[in-house]
């Protein structure tokens, strides 16, 4: 299951995220959105569970916690869109 992180302090990286999510189950990915030219965290991440209920119980255990001083948003990931121009 793909999971929205939002609220995030500009200060967490990866790895902190990674591990707050492995108390609840096995993570294969994390990705904190980055801007393209500064490089700098644009405030969300997603995070990636292999097991569906593992990532249920961390949406609910960690959605409204706080993750260096900052309560984060968490949720199930909506789908990306493909193309997000309008004609």
């Known amino acids: 299951m793909n999971i929205y992180v939002g609220n995030l302090s500009f200060k967490v990286d990866e790895n902190e995220l990674r591990d707050a999510f492995e108390e609840y189950g096995s993570v294969s990915s994390v990705k ?3 801007d393209k030219f500064t490089g ?3 405030g969300f991440a ?5 097991n569906d ?3 249920e119980n961390a949406i609910e255990g960690l959605n409204g916690k706080s993750i260096d001083n900052r309560n ?3 949720s199930v990931a909506r ?3 493909e193309n ?4």
């Open 32 to 34: 904190i959105i980055t």
């Open 40 to 42: 700098r965290s644009k």
């Open 46 to 50: 997603f995070v990636e569970m292999d």
């Open 53 to 55: 209920s593992d990532a």
């Open 72 to 74: 984060i948003s968490v």
């Open 79 to 81: 789908e990306k869109r």
């Open 84 to 87: 997000n121009r309008r004609y």
